[in-house]
Each structure stands twice: as C-alpha cells, then as structure tokens.
C-alpha cells in the first residue's frame, strides 16, 4: 500500500477533501465500531484543529505532511486535559496535566489526534482483554484477540478507523498486535525516542511505536517524534532517514535467523513452513542467509519478566491513590493505601506487583534480579556478535496465531510464553519492525542498535520479495 500520509496530504491541499470532514469521517467510524478499540473519542478537540486546517487551505497557506492527518493515541500516553486510563480501574477518571514530548511533536507537525486507545492496562498483557473497556476484537476474525497489548491501536490502522497509531512497546506491545491485525508496527532503537510522558511500565525497555500501513507512513512518524529530549536522559539525537535511502535496498547482502526459535517444539508448524519458504524467497534474491544460535525462548521470556516486573512493581508504587486517580478511603493511611491498590488494580497488574517485588527482595534479589540484569548483558553481547556476522535478523513475530478471546485469560503463563520471540529484541534495545508478511502473524525484522533506517530499508526489499 502507498503512503496514506502523503496521499490525505495531496487530497487535502488539492481540495479535494476538507479536513473537518476526513476528521468527522474517522471519529463516525471510531464511535460506531465494535472492537472495543476506544477509551476517550477526543472529539472536540479534533474537529477544532481541523477547522484549522481547513482555514490555512482555504487562505492558500502551505501546509505541513501531517497536518490534518488523523491518528490514535494508545491510552498510556500523556495529552494534556484529556483522560489517560491505562485502561485501569484506578486511573479512569485520571486526566493528564501535561503532553507526552512524542506526542507534542506530532502536534507541532499538524497531525491530528482523534481517539484514545485501548489496550491491556498498564501495557500489562499480550492480548489487550486486561482492560476495563472490554476486549479488543481482531480485525480479521473478531472472535479472535486484537493482541497486546497496544491492541486498539493496531486494530485502529487495520480497520482504517486511524491513519497512524502511537502505541508502546516494552516486550512486544507494538509489533505482536501488528502481527494479529496485518499492518507495520515498529520498536524503534531504545532512546531514538523520549519516554516522558508515556506511563513508565519497564522503563529499560518501553519504547514509543508508531503504528501505519506501509514502510513510508512508518518513516515520517518516526522522523517527526525522534529526538534527544533533555526531560528524557536516556534520549540521543539521530539523523532523519530519507525516502530515498529506505526504497534504496541494494547494499543488504547477509540475513541471519535464529535457528532454535524455528526448531522450537512450540511453533505453529504452518508458521514455521511459511518463514521457511520466505526465507528461501530470500535467498533467491542472492541474499546470504545464515543460521544463527541464541538463547532458548524459555530464558529469554523468563529474563525479560523477571526485570519488567521489577521495574512495574517499582514504577507502580506511585500510583497509591493519593496524587494520582481514585483513593479508596478505609481505617488509616496504609490501609487506604493497601484497599486501593488491591480494588483498583487488575488481577494482571497485581500478579506483576507481587512477583517483582519477590525477586526485588532481600534473599532473592542476587538469586533472581540480579541474574536477569546478568542475562540481559549476555543477550546484548549475542546481539553484537551477530551483527558482526549479518545485516539483519528475521524472526516470525509469534510463534503461534492469536488465541480465541477468553483463553489467555485462563493462562496466564502461556499468554507470556507467546512472547518468546518478541522480548530477546527488547531485552536488546534493538530496532525491531513488524511487516505483515511471510507468516499468518506476520515478519519482525531486526537490525543492530541505531539503525533503524536498515530495518525500514529491508521491509521495502520485502515488499517486493515475498
Ligand atoms: N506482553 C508483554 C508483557 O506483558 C509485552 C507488553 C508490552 O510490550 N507492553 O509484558
């Protein structure tokens, strides 16, 4: 599919379309869906910009690519006076007080903001049903997940009820719900992007993710919110990526993938053929492809939730009813502490809690935290070696298709097992790209730290390969 940005941006300044009615158009579509992909319709606000928008053109101003392109907002995000739920109980009448940076730049730039999305609470899920807003439907089949857990927001640009989506990865949130709906769902480097404003969930690995409908609209996103960012320390600045060097794919010459993610007893095993054949429509492009070993799922799954839950037990302290969203009142200050958090949090969340505040403790913290922060270093140092070896790791998003609605629910250990090939790239803080390609759920796309121009390059030679 072309680029819808640059397209609505040619509609839009030949007249051909004005923005209050592209606006209204997608708010319609938005209010009458039944995905449960809404939290907050930001109705007024977005037809307000748009009457903007319209008043520029019809002044013969020149206007920006965003401007007046209509997106979503995962409902973590910051976007002053509106609501930010978390899709939790405990925030639900929460409103922000300030915007997300990412968020404020693609204001800057003219897009249009039109909905608030929902998605597991606290980016507590891989399926988006840990909400209180009902869970989201898959796009393709609705009895189906829409995954997680940025599932509205990927079931949003599927259903075209949004151009572009900003959802947020800290395991997999952006690119597995990608893989479920069959659109492009990017983790960007760690850092390429600020986190101020995004509510911290694992804060070493949450990652702003823009979610579209092809490589290009992806590009413009990611160039617009990128950035060093002084109220985020872990930000660094990085140059634009052109469209000229992501549709030139000549200079990728090796492609390696995991052999044991492939060989696992717990693929799919028409997930397993199709990467298989992709990977021979590959090489019959004269790429070099290369087996590559690395850690088993089970380590990587058990590393990378050892250190999320730690670090959410630790970020959600905060939230203890007094400065932020509903208080329960009971006998003293620690109970109205404790009732809060054990009404107003999920089952999910307070499994979280609990087991990161377990390996965080004295007599466990050596034994188990301090091994997974051990790990990690030992993953990072794969990752280098292998990319002194290839260009790019290709990987399938799942290793399964998405699980009927209700199921993962029931078991909760298998719905963080179907995070097995998602979480090694996070615990790596590498660009990694859904493409909906290649398998049922689609392609991820991996490449070395920073460069996260090569990944949008391979996705185009994709385009064209399989
Ligand atoms: N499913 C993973 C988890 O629950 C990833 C979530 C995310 O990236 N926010 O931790």
Redesign the pocket.
Known sequence: MESQIQQIHRQLVDKEISCVDLIQEKLSALKENTYNTVNTLLTELALEKAAKVDAKIANGDTIGLLEGVPFGIKDVYMLQGTYATASSDLLKKYKSAYTATAIQKLLDAGAIPIVKENC?SF????SSENTIFGAVKNAINPELVGG??SGGSAVNVAKDHTVFSIG??????VRQPAGYNNVYGLKPTYGRISRYGLMA?ASSTDCVGPIAKSPEDIRIVLNTMSGKDPKDQTTYSSEAISQDSILNTVNIKTVGYFKNFIESEAIDATIKSDFLASIEKIKAKGIQVKELDFFKSDILVSTYYTL?MAETASNLSRLDGTNYGDRVDDKDLKESYAVTRSEKFSEETKRRIVGGNQVLSQGFSDEIYLKGLALRDAISENFEKDFGDVDIILSPVTPNTPPKIGDSLKDPLTMYLS?AYTVGFSLGQLPTLTVPQGTETGLQVTAAKNNDELVLKFANFLKDTI
Do not use: L
Request: proline share 0%.
């Open positions: 597991d980016g507590h899920g891989s997680g857990s947020g990865d800290t395991g997999g949130s969930y999320a995070d």
